[in-house]
């Protein structure tokens, strides 16, 4: 299954966290609307990438295209003004309250246009709006994860690239949160989900597998559920 | 009745010493509030904080020689000058510093021998003599207040401290900039990833803190009189101790660290007047060894 509109073309992507090299060649594409999760264990070079990909890490080789264009000689946020999300594992800024959080989301929006987009999310998130002056810091797991991804939709990107979206969340929240995803699934946003959990396969269609930096599958989900070697390998699964 | 009238004296010279404590503190709260602003956003020691004052004390001096004689205008030519400067020089400087192991030691280092250049040039163009600004407030009579005489130049420049400090407030807590600037002081790597330019409003921040040093500076001779090129070190030893005893790093701090400095430093005058030269250092000591992060710090900063 090929994406026919990619928003995202990675080709031979090599890059180094400090001295180390962590990503070996990686080539990637995720098509308009998509939902493709990357999987590996810890260390595999999974946030690298997302860093990466973002302008946070700078690439060492290998070229980066956003909707056919390149980016690679782009700031971070001027990827971020071209369509991209990108949610960190902590997702939001602690010591602002909820509301200014939802600003920085839709920085580069007009007032009028900003304001309604956050009056949106408040009626999809009715807990935000109840928590609006307090302090994201202050928030539970959950709602943190909720604030996050309403961050993230404010400027209605094409991809959002997602860092361990279950970090931190008990099993309970991890599944509310893949519902929330599901929810919000109106094809205009492609999701592109760093994770370790095997639960977030249920949310996509297609997924990578990285593992020492380099990419070891590359395929449908159901493919990868008929892969007995990565399923031993990775996931302990018989 | 001797005695009532003895206490009516002693509680007008402790309502004296509170309340100009409060007008010099409010000085000092504008004063040190550029480098709680660097250091909260950039993580740098400023340490030619001072320096930058004496600049503004300068531009102010200039510009009233060539018959400038309002401290307004003076005011305004700061802002643009220091304002222009600050945002120019952090590029070359900024993002080096910001982006080094160890931003905190390194920005002491530099800043070290910038304040050494600034005294340096400062000297040779104005000579080692203090020279005295004469605005026209500090010839007005003192304003009476419960039988005590305030020096209006003191009230103006709380005054305009006042109001710069609140614009800086507003800018901080009422402006999709400054909730920017706040993020970056939260977590630099997450404001970037949100889709900050952190070095464009690092640049801003960068000018902001140095043209508030700048307006202290404009102000000083109506508060500590004669202006001299060597007063910047003194005055950035003051103005790490009102940021230390507020808390490094939160710009309300230096409001609320400006006035308790502002306050002891009065009442030490009105009562041990010999002993009030030591008051901004036992602060320090006083706040490093019972709350090291400050009255309104939470975590435990470095530097």
Do not use: C
């Given at each position: 299954m090929r994406p026919t509109q990619p928003v995202l073309q990675v080709k031979n992507l090599s890059a180094r966290y400090g001295v180390m090299q962590v990503l070996w060649d990686v080539t990637l594409e995720i098509g308009s609307g998509e939902r493709v999760v990357l999987l590996g264990s810890n260390g595999a070079g999974k946030t690298t990438l997302l860093k990466t990909l973002c302008g946070l890490v700078p690439a060492m080789h290998g070229t980066i295209?956003?909707?056919?264009?390149?980016?690679?000689?782009?700031?971070?946020?001027?990827?971020?003004r071209r369509g991209l999300a990108f949610v960190s594992e902590l997702g939001m800024i602690p010591t602002l309250t909820v509301e200014e959080n939802l600003v920085l989301g839709g920085y580069y929006l007009s007032n009028a246009i900003r304001h309604t987009?956050?009056?949106?999310?408040?009626?999809?998130?009715?807990?935000?709006?109840?928590?609006?002056?307090?302090?994201?810091?202050s928030l539970s797991g959950g709602q943190r994860k909720m604030l996050a991804v309403a961050k993230a939709l404010i400027a209605r990107p094409t991809l959002i690239i997602m860092d361990e979206p279950s970090s931190g969340l008990s099993p309970l929240l991890v599944q509310e949160l893949i519902a929330i995803l599901r929810q919000l699934d109106d094809g205009s946003t492609a999701f592109f989900i760093a994770e370790q959990n095997i639960k977030f396969l249920d949310l996509a269609t297609r997924a990578y597998v990285l593992e020492g930096g380099r990419l070891r599958f590359t395929g449908t989900v159901a493919e990868l559920h008929a892969d007995n070697t990565l399923r031993t390998a990775y996931f302990g699964l018989r | 009745m001797?005695?009532?009238?003895?206490?009516?004296?002693?509680?007008?010279?402790?309502?004296?010493?509170?309340?100009?404590?409060?007008?010099?503190?409010?000085?000092?709260?504008?004063?040190?509030?550029?480098l709680n602003l660097l250091f909260g956003v950039m993580r740098m020691v400023n340490l030619a904080h001072g320096d930058f004052v004496m600049v503004g004390a300068f531009i102010a001096y200039v510009a009233y020689t060539h018959g400038i004689l309002s401290p307004w205008l003076g005011l305004a030519l700061v802002i643009v000058i220091l304002g222009g400067l600050g945002f120019v020089l952090y590029?070359?400087?900024?993002?080096?510093?910001?982006?080094?192991?160890?931003?905190?030691?390194?920005?002491?280092?530099l800043f070290f021998g910038v304040s050494q250049i600034l005294e340096a040039l400062a000297v040779m163009v104005f000579g080692n003599n203090p020279v005295a600004v004469?605005?026209?407030?500090?010839?007005?009579?003192?304003?009476?207040?419960?039988?005590q005489a305030y020096q209006p130049s003191w009230i103006?420049?709380?005054?305009?401290?006042?109001?710069?400090?609140?614009?800086?407030?507003?800018?901080?807590?009422?402006?999709?900039?400054?909730?920017?600037?706040?993020?970056?002081?939260?977590?630099?790597?997450?404001s970037e990833s949100t889709g900050i330019n952190v070095h464009r409003v690092s640049a801003i921040v960068f000018a902001l803190g140095l043209?508030?040093?700048?307006?202290?500076?404009?102000?000083?001779?109506l508060v500590i009189g004669s202006i001299y090129p060597t007063m910047g070190l003194g005055l950035t030893i003051t103005a790490f101790a009102v940021v230390i005893i507020g808390s490094l790093g939160n710009p309300l701090g230096s409001i609320l660290g400006g006035l308790i400095y502002g306050i002891s430093l009065m009442l030490m005058e009105t009562y041990l007047s010999t002993w009030s030269t030591m008051v901004p250092y036992v602060l320090l000591l006083l706040i490093l060894l019972l709350r090291p992060t400050g009255l309104l710090g939470k975590g435990v900063r470095r530097a």
């Open positions: 295209l956003l909707q056919q264009q390149p980016v690679d000689a782009l700031r971070v946020d001027q990827r971020i987009r956050i009056a949106e999310m408040y009626q999809k998130f009715p807990d935000l709006w109840r928590q609006r002056r307090w302090a994201a810091g | 001797q005695t009532f009238r003895v206490e009516g004296r002693l509680l007008r010279i402790l309502f004296y010493a509170i309340i100009s404590g409060m007008l010099f503190g409010l000085f000092f709260a504008l004063m040190s509030l550029g590029f070359p400087i900024g993002p080096r510093l910001t982006g080094s192991y160890d931003p905190e030691m390194l920005s002491l280092i004469g605005y026209h407030v500090l010839t007005v009579k003192p304003v009476n207040l419960l039988g103006l420049a709380a005054g305009v401290s006042v109001i710069v400090i609140l614009a800086v407030y507003g800018y901080l807590y009422h402006t999709r900039l400054g909730y920017a600037t706040r993020a970056i002081m939260g977590d630099r790597e997450e043209v508030t040093a700048g307006l202290a500076g404009v102000l000083s001779p």
